[in-house]
């Protein structure tokens, strides 16, 4: 399970090595679950979380040459097991940990939400410490199983002298992505993490982290939780307001809307999001494209023009998990629209 505040599952265990008469720096691992944690279950012939981080590290005796490992053992789940106050939960204990003598954090993590995670941590933690997230495609009962090679690669990377104030990172099959811009692009490939319109920001090759660039601006909301009220709508043609309507009168306090191209919707749409507006529910706008910035190009009715016109908030290329966690940040932070407002306008893009 992962961490809550009645029972926490946190086993620290300290492995101490010298090279060439110098202490090797010191990494914490927390493992929070994930692909990279199981294995197949025989009777369901389905894979199951079923690793310690410990069990993890005796697949890769290698590691103690690169750093000082500890240990945390946050917990062993699913990442579609997350919820806003484990995600919190999950920040504070990172939190902690880099307070500390550390060089940096790794933490391992379900695929399937990580880069929401990432992004979420990126958001909220201001530490020039390198934090780097990573996972496996494959568990351990499949041939060419990942996590050891990505624990690896991230370690490697977290020890890196240059991979310091470059925010939260992902690094995966030897590639390193920054937070805001990486998506799980394929449901089964090893290669699966990408930033579809920057690239990654740097590689890790025969044992060391090479960076391509730096991140220039990042947005920083000191909070330590997240309004949970947030909902996300992907966009389709012929959609009507009832969703709308329903999610405003159930108590959501923001939802995020993937409209199609530059940022359109239906325009029986429209005329919900504009009750929501009415209603004091944020609306911010990202497109279902999984490249380009959303634009007030069209003045029709659900055009983007329009959505500007009624109080639409535009939200960049973010993509429409990210708008939603930061969404949730901007939210905790602030219920005033105009600061909510200058926070995705600082969006990087």
């Given at each position: 399970m992962y961490y809550n505040e009645s029972k926490k599952i946190n086993i620290s265990i300290t492995v101490n090595y010298f090279l060439g008469g110098f202490a090797l720096e010191k990494i914490v691992i927390i493992f929070t679950g994930g692909t990279i944690s199981m294995k197949n279950d025989p009777n369901?012939?389905?894979?199951?979380?079923?690793?310690?981080?410990k069990d993890i590290l005796k697949m890769v005796p290698n590691i103690k040459e690169i750093a000082q490992i500890e240990i945390i053992q946050f917990g062993n789940s699913p990442s579609p097991h997350l919820t806003p106050e484990l995600l919190v939960n999950l920040r504070r204990e990172v939190e902690n940990v880099i307070k500390q003598q550390v060089k940096g954090v790794v933490i391992t993590h379900g695929t399937d939400t990580l880069?929401?995670?990432?992004?979420?941590?990126?958001l909220t933690i201001n530490s020039?410490?390198?934090?780097?997230?990573?996972?496996?495609?494959?568990?351990?009962?499949e041939v060419g199983y990942d996590g050891p090679n990505n624990l690896i690669a991230s370690v490697i990377t977290a020890s890196s002298e240059k991979a310091k104030?470059?925010?939260?990172?992902?690094a995966f099959n030897n590639e390193i992505h920054a937070a805001r811009d990486v998506t799980k692009t394929h449901t089964s490939s090893i290669d699966t993490f990408k930033s579809l319109e920057t690239g990654p920001i740097g590689v890790v090759d025969?044992?060391?982290?090479?960076f391509y660039r730096n991140i220039e601006t990042r947005n920083y909301i000191p909070v330590d939780?997240?309004?949970?009220?947030?909902?996300?709508l992907k966009v389709a043609f012929g959609m009507e307001d009832k969703i709308i309507r329903f999610l405003v009168d159930s108590g959501e306090k923001g939802i995020v809307i993937e409209g199609t191209g530059r940022g359109n919707v239906p325009?029986?749409?429209?005329?919900?999001?504009?009750?929501a507006i009415s209603k004091g529910v944020i609306v911010v706008l990202v497109s279902r494209c999984p490249m380009g910035r959303v634009d007030a190009s069209y003045g029709y009715k659900g055009g983007g023009k329009h959505l500007e016109s009624l109080g639409v908030i535009f939200g960049g290329n973010l993509s429409g998990q990210k708008a939603r966690i930061k969404l949730m940040a901007a939210l905790a932070y602030s219920n005033n629209y105009n600061e909510i407002k200058k926070l995705f306008e600082e969006e990087k893009t």
């Open positions: 369901l012939n389905a894979a199951i979380p079923s690793l310690s981080g880069e929401e995670t990432a992004y979420f941590l990126d020039e410490k390198p934090i780097v997230l990573t996972g496996a495609m494959k568990n351990s009962s104030n470059k925010g939260v990172l992902v025969n044992n060391k982290a090479y939780h997240l309004e949970p009220r947030v909902s996300l325009p029986k749409l429209a005329e919900g999001i504009e009750y």
